[in-house]
């Protein structure tokens, strides 16, 4: 159950960031009216941490943060989205994005849920706490990435 969970997450960051990319790669688009939908995965991760807080014991708590594929998560999930990132900036490219960073950081998350999904797959720690922080991070460091790679990236 908890991988399908990491997984029905990673694949929700992924539906509503290309969607959001969708909408963005044009002009007349304003990114704040794209925020609804991109709450949905961190809406779902917040309340399996929140069960998980309350279902566990607080001495656990510790482990199942660090887990044992920290560092794993957070070199395997950029690695397995470089392809994807690429790919997403170069269609934007073919764009009109008044937003060029704002559509990056889109591609990014995109990319990220999409290697999320992945990598979740294959990774043992199934804990919310690991997944909230760790695949949190690696996509976070991922939607970074592409907002600074769209600046050089996306022209028109």
């Not at 998350?109 to 922080?133: E, Q």
């Not at 976070?140 to 028109?156: D, Q, S, T």
């Amino acid at each position: 159950m908890a991988v399908a969970f990491k997984i029905v997450v990673a694949i929700a960051l992924a539906v509503s960031s290309l969607s959001a990319l969708r909408a963005l790669s044009r002009p007349e688009t304003e990114p704040r009216d794209l925020l609804p939908p991109l709450i949905v995965a961190p809406a779902l991760i917040a309340m399996a941490v929140l069960a998980e807080l309350i279902a566990m014991p607080a001495s656990t708590w510790s482990a199942r943060l660090v887990g044992t594929n920290s560092l794993v998560c957070l070199s395997f999930i950029p690695l397995i989205c470089i392809g994807p990132l690429a790919l997403l900036l170069l269609a934007l490219r073919y764009g009109a994005s008044s937003h060029p960073a704002v559509s990056g950081a889109a591609a990014g998350l995109a990319a990220g849920g999409i290697a999320a999904a992945f990598y979740a797959s294959h990774c043992t720690d199934d804990s919310p706490l690991f997944v909230a922080t760790w695949y949190t991070m690696a996509v976070a460091i991922l939607a970074i990435a592409g907002a600074f790679a769209a600046r050089r990236v996306i022209h028109w």
